[in-house]
C-alpha cells in the first residue's frame, strides 16, 4: 500500500470514528441531562431545609413576638383591660412594651402550634371552644383541644394568617376590619384581606420593661432601634 493509499484509509477510519463517536454521544446525552438535571433539582430541595417527611414548613420560629396587625402596626394583640382571668378577650391596644403584649409560640405535632400570653402563662383560645364565625378569641389554660391549637400560613409578605384548627378554615381576623385602640380579635371566613394578616415581631431581650411612652411603634421596638 502506498503512502496515498494508507492516508485515504485512514481518513475513512477516522471518519467512521467521528461517526460513531457522534452516535455515541447523541445517545448518551439524553440519560446525561436527565441525570444532571436530578442532581442540581436535588441540590435545591435539600438547601431550601425543607424536609421530605414535614407536613408543612412552619414559620416563624419558636420564641416572643408580638404580634402586629399589618394593616396598623403601632398597635399589637392585648388583653381586655390587661385581665388576666380565665375568659378574656383579645383586643387591639397601643404598643407598650409589655409582658401583657408578648406572646410565645410554641409547635406541637403537624405544623399546628399554642399561642401562649407571656404574662399569665395561658394561651390563645377560641371562646367556649365553639367553631362558628364570629367567635371570639379568649384567654384560657391550655388543654389539649383544637380550640387552642393553630396553624401559621405565610402570606409571603412577612406576615401571615393564624388558622385555628377547631374552625376548620377560619382565620383570625379583625372585626368589621377595624384597626384601632379596642378593636376585637374574631375568627372569620378564611380570606385574603389584610385584617386577616398579622406580623409577628421578634421581642428583643432589650426591651422588657420599657416604659410605654420611650416608643411608640412595636414594629420599631422590635427591629432593636
Given at each position: 500500500m502506498n503512502d496515498a493509499e494508507g492516508r485515504k484509509t485512514g481518513s475513512k477510519r477516522d471518519t467512521k470514528m467521528r461517526g460513531m463517536w457522534r452516535r455515541g454521544v447523541c445517545v448518551r446525552m439524553p440519560g446525561v441531562f436527565l441525570i444532571l438535571l436530578a442532581v442540581i433539582c436535588s441540590a435545591m430541595f435539600l438547601s431550601s431545609g425543607v424536609s421530605a417527611k414535614a407536613d408543612v414548613?412552619?414559620?416563624?420560629?419558636?420564641?416572643?413576638?408580638?404580634?402586629?396587625?399589618?394593616?396598623?402596626?403601632?398597635?399589637?394583640?392585648?388583653?381586655?383591660?390587661?385581665?388576666?382571668?380565665?375568659?378574656?378577650?383579645?383586643?387591639?391596644?397601643?404598643?407598650?412594651?409589655?409582658?401583657?403584649q408578648i406572646f410565645r409560640?410554641?409547635?406541637?405535632?403537624?405544623?399546628?402550634?399554642?399561642?401562649?400570653?407571656?404574662?399569665?402563662?395561658?394561651?390563645?383560645?377560641?371562646?367556649?371552644?365553639?367553631?362558628?364565625?364570629?367567635?371570639?378569641?379568649?384567654?384560657?389554660?391550655?388543654?389539649?383541644?383544637?380550640?387552642?391549637?393553630?396553624?401559621?400560613?405565610?402570606?409571603?409578605?412577612?406576615?401571615?394568617?393564624?388558622?385555628?384548627?377547631?374552625?376548620?378554615?377560619?382565620?383570625?381576623?379583625?372585626e368589621d376590619n377595624d384597626a384601632s385602640r379596642g378593636s376585637v380579635v374574631r375568627l372569620w371566613d378564611l380570606h385574603d384581606g389584610q385584617s386577616a394578616h398579622w406580623k409577628f415581631l421578634p421581642v428583643p431581650p432589650s426591651v422588657q420593661g420599657l416604659a410605654a411612652d420611650n416608643l411608640n411603634r412595636v414594629s420599631f421596638i422590635a427591629q432593636g432601634s
Amino acid at each position: 500500500m502506498n503512502d496515498a493509499e494508507g492516508r485515504k484509509t485512514g481518513s475513512k477510519r477516522d471518519t467512521k470514528m467521528r461517526g460513531m463517536w457522534r452516535r455515541g454521544v447523541c445517545v448518551r446525552m439524553p440519560g446525561v441531562f436527565l441525570i444532571l438535571l436530578a442532581v442540581i433539582c436535588s441540590a435545591m430541595f435539600l438547601s431550601s431545609g425543607v424536609s421530605a417527611k414535614a407536613d408543612v414548613v412552619v414559620f416563624p420560629e419558636e420564641g416572643d413576638y408580638y404580634i402586629v396587625p399589618e394593616v396598623s402596626e403601632e398597635y399589637a394583640l392585648d388583653l381586655s383591660g390587661g385581665d388576666t382571668a380565665d375568659g378574656t378577650y383579645f383586643q387591639l391596644w397601643k404598643g407598650n412594651q409589655t409582658d401583657a403584649q408578648i406572646f410565645r409560640i410554641e409547635y406541637v405535632a403537624g405544623g399546628w402550634c399554642r399561642i401562649v400570653h407571656k404574662a399569665s402563662g395561658k394561651v390563645v383560645s377560641v371562646e367556649n371552644g365553639i367553631s362558628e364565625q364570629g367567635a371570639g378569641l379568649c384567654l384560657y389554660p391550655y388543654e389539649e383541644t383544637d380550640a387552642c391549637l393553630f396553624r401559621l400560613i405565610d402570606c409571603g409578605n412577612g406576615s401571615y394568617m393564624i388558622q385555628n384548627k377547631l374552625s376548620g378554615n377560619r382565620v383570625v381576623d379583625l372585626e368589621d376590619n377595624d384597626a384601632s385602640r379596642g378593636s376585637v380579635v374574631r375568627l372569620w371566613d378564611l380570606h385574603d384581606g389584610q385584617s386577616a394578616h398579622w406580623k409577628f415581631l421578634p421581642v428583643p431581650p432589650s426591651v422588657q420593661g420599657l416604659a410605654a411612652d420611650n416608643l411608640n411603634r412595636v414594629s420599631f421596638i422590635a427591629q432593636g432601634s
